[in-house]
């Protein structure tokens, strides 16, 4: 049995999806997942579901939990009343984004190697099937939901560093090539894919990456690409574009500062 909520908001059991109902109902078991095992206090909740709240607003969670018990009666999953509010009644680490944040953590304490690092963000990465809280509605949601973003682009730059720095460029350019279209925001994923095509000798489309990125911005926000992305642009530019010569499984010498 799991709960899921990075990507549509779902509790599964096996291969089998329960029907959980609307998407505020599905907005009823997010907002108790994410404190899975904890009480959430009942204006919490309300205000977690509704930006503006009803005037049967109470009542309506009511109904919302009771038809979520009956839902999750053969899963093993509860919801509790307990000291003023409700708790999901179930083990965080059948929480897909609790597990995600866990293993994040644990990838990103110094004393891990990179071997290991790589292994558990892959683990946490594999968690992932969309924009956290897909379909549900709400400024909560919407925060969280950026939130969870952030950490899962951090995860992936730390993700690229390690791999980077065990000589594994193709792995990198292979994962950030469809996810930096996607975040074209998130400057840091955009230079990991850069140090990544450098490094297998394609400083080329590493240039071009970087003048979509600046358009981008520009075009959005009016802004420049921010310090750390500007010098390796120009270090690109320096070392030239052309394919270096490499020796098997090794990044170009010419890039090695580059991806270093």
Not at 63 to 68: F, M, N, T, V
Not at 135 to 148: F, K, N, S, V
Not at 169 to 198: F, H, K, N, Q
Request: proline share 8%; aromatic share 6%; with cysteine.
């Amino acid at each position: 049995m799991d709960v899921r909520l990075l990507g549509p908001v779902e509790v599964t059991v096996g291969d089998h999806c329960i029907p959980l109902g609307p998407p505020q109902r599905r907005a009823v078991l997010a907002a108790l997942s994410i404190d899975a095992d904890r009480p959430v206090p009942l204006r919490t909740l309300i205000e977690r579901v509704w930006d503006d709240p009803p005037d049967r607003a109470t009542d309506s969670l009511y109904a919302h939990i009771a038809r979520l018990r009956q839902a999750l009666t053969a899963t093993g999953i509860s919801i509790e009343r307990r000291n003023g509010g409700y708790a999901l009644d179930v083990d965080p680490e059948r929480v897909d984004a609790y597990r995600f944040r866990r293993l994040v953590k644990q990838a990103q304490q110094r004393a891990r190697d990179d071997y290991t690092r790589t292994r558990l963000l892959a683990e946490a990465m594999e968690l992932w099937r969309g924009a956290p809280l897909t379909g549900i509605p709400g400024e909560w949601a919407a925060r969280m939901r950026y939130g969870i973003e952030q950490q899962f682009v951090g995860a992936i730059v730390t993700w690229a560093q390690a791999h980077l720095r065990l000589g594994r460029p193709d792995i990198v350019v292979t994962e950030l090539t469809p996810l930096v279209p996607r975040y074209p925001l998130a400057e840091p994923l955009a230079s990991m894919l850069m140090r990544g095509l450098c490094a297998l000798g394609r400083g080329a489309e590493a240039v071009a990456l970087y003048a979509r990125l600046r358009g981008y911005l520009a075009d959005h926000l009016g802004i420049e690409p921010g310090p750390e992305l500007r010098t390796l642009h120009l270090t690109i530019l320096r070392a030239g574009t052309d394919p270096p010569i490499r020796s098997a499984g090794r990044p170009g010498l010419r890039y090695a500062e580059v991806i270093g």
